[in-house]
């Protein structure tokens, strides 16, 4: 059950696009189409933004996407806006747990 | 309106006890699975727990095994986390949220957990 590998920090100029990438095993990213990714301002609730690996629940905006390929994860940011700066997590379904990823803090520069 | 209310944090001496309640309201609780995620001071989220819609089912992460027990009560419409012999490194946040699929698709807004001396 180890933590999902994020980088620590990406960062982009607004209009830009930043893609976290989310590396697990075949054991969770790789073995199921459970990805999900997860915003936390600071001190703040987290919010889902990707479920399903590429689903997007009803109010976020489709700026935000999801991929997958073999054992790693992807979250893009297209048209980056001063809000998204935010701490992104991953997190996959592992059979008979979830194992969230170490987190990604994305800077509007 | 989808509400999870956690309660029963506090501080708390190594080796203690302490029972998490995850109040829930808004939605049909008896039908869908639940989960515990925490968060460490100033650290990433970690996820403790969960149980399936009914309680039949129960999973745990590692270093919280034969030490905590996730149980719901579908009739008072509440999740619990009974947490024993309690860690330094058990200290977080603790959320309990609300599962659709295989993802946390609802947070409650948290309770702090201090396992200190």
């Known amino acids: 059950q180890s933590a999902l590998t994020q980088p620590r920090s990406v960062s982009g100029s607004p209009g830009q696009s930043v893609t976290i990438s989310c590396t697990g095993t075949?054991?969770?990213?790789?073995?199921?189409?459970?990805v999900s990714w997860y915003q936390q301002y600071p001190g703040k609730v987290p919010k889902l933004m990707i479920y399903?690996?590429?689903k997007r629940p009803s109010g976020v905006p489709d700026r935000f996407s999801g991929s997958k390929s073999g054992n790693t994860a992807s979250l893009t940011i297209s048209g980056l806006q001063a809000e998204d700066e935010a701490d992104y997590y991953c997190?996959?379904?592992?059979?008979?747990?979830?194992?969230f990823g170490t987190g990604t803090q994305v800077a509007v520069l | 309106e989808v509400q999870l209310l956690e309660s029963g944090g506090g501080l708390v001496w190594p080796g203690g006890s302490l029972r998490l309640s995850c109040a829930a309201s808004g939605f049909t609780f008896s039908t869908y699975a639940m989960s515990w995620v925490r968060q460490a001071p100033g650290q990433g989220l970690e996820w403790v727990s969960a149980t399936s819609y009914d309680g039949a089912v129960t999973y745990y992460t590692d270093s919280v095994k034969g030490r905590f027990t996730i149980s719901r009560d579908n009739s008072r419409n509440t999740l619990y986390l009974q947490m024993n012999s309690l860690r330094g490194e058990d200290t977080a946040v603790y959320y309990c949220?609300?599962?659709?699929?295989?993802?946390?698709?609802?947070w409650g807004q948290g309770t702090l957990v201090t396992v200190s001396s």
């Open positions: 399903d690996v590429i």
């Open positions: 997190c996959s379904y592992a059979g008979t747990s979830y194992v």
């Open positions: 949220a609300k599962q659709v699929g295989g993802s946390h698709v609802y």
């Open positions: 075949s054991s969770d990213v790789g073995g199921y189409n459970y």
